[in-house]
T-cell receptor, first 113, second 115 residues
Framework: EPEVTQTPSHQVTQMGQEVILRCVPI?????FYWYRQILGQKVEFLVS????????KSEIFDDQFSVERPDGSNFTLKIRSTKLEDSAMYFC???????????FGQGTRLTVV | GNSVTQMEGPVTLSEEAFLTINCTYT??????LFWYVQYPGEGLQLLLK?????DKGSNKGFEATYRKETTSFHLEKGSVQVSDSAVYFC??????????????FGRGTSLIVHP
């Protein structure tokens, strides 16, 4: 069964460093998303991506964040200068069409020290 | 805007008890509704879905009915098992202006099932 894959599963970084979280969405999906979940809290929307551009972003997704689809398969989230409060589980998701369910990856646990 | 409200947890039950986790939503149009489950240490998995009013989604003994009149999508299971212990997220998705589409999640309800 097709699945969304994320790498790495766990990333530890020092405050102020740049990190890139990687995702391979399901191949025939058109919509891509990043969500995050701070430990014990709700799943928060960060950004959606369609047709090679950001379609919507939340107030969390400030200038420190960027997304890219560098080739036909990968979808990345970059955090330019990490802060302690960026520590969270980051989930990538994709969906085939509008109004269909989103399939989630296993997540990348980011720990900023 | 769209929102999802779930009952607060944790919900603690004994094995074979009946489960209900309440979920209500606010949306401008006709969303699709979902329940996702997150087992300890794992990611989000789709549990079930319903795409229109009066649809019933079901999977692994869980079920939920899309009630437009009460804007609800409560999750139920007749007899829970220890292995059902997880966090359950109610979610909706709806086409938005400009063609964007963003699944919106509730806060999650933790279920703990004791033997």
């Amino acid at each position: 069964e097709p699945e969304v894959t994320q790498t790495p599963s766990h990333q530890v970084t020092q405050m102020g460093q740049e990190v890139i979280l990687r995702c391979v969405p399901i191949s025939n999906h058109l919509y891509f998303y990043w969500y995050r979940q701070i430990l014990g809290q709700k799943v928060e929307f960060l950004v959606s991506f369609y047709n090679n551009e950001i379609s919507e972003k939340s107030e969390i997704f400030d200038d420190q964040f960027s997304v890219e689809r560098p080739d036909g398969s990968n979808f990345t989230l970059k955090i330019r200068s990490t802060k302690l409060e960026d520590s969270a589980m980051y989930f990538c998701a994709s969906s085939r069409l509008i109004d269909t369910e989103a399939f989630f990856g296993q997540g990348t646990r980011l720990t900023v020290v | 805007g769209n929102s999802v409200t779930q009952m607060e947890g944790p919900v603690t039950l004994s094995e074979e008890a009946f489960l209900t986790i309440n979920c209500t939503y606010t949306a401008t149009g006709y969303p699709s509704l979902f329940w996702y489950v997150q087992y300890p240490g794992e990611g989000l998995q789709l549990l079930l879905k319903a795409t229109k009013a009066d649809d019933k989604g079901s999977n692994k003994g869980f079920e939920a009915t899309y009630r437009k009149e009460t804007t609800s999508f409560h999750l139920e299971k007749g007899s829970v098992q220890v292995s059902d212990s997880a966090v359950y997220f109610c979610a909706l998705s709806e086409a938005r202006g400009g063609g964007s589409y963003i699944p919106t999640f509730g806060r999650g309800t933790s279920l703990i099932v004791h033997p």
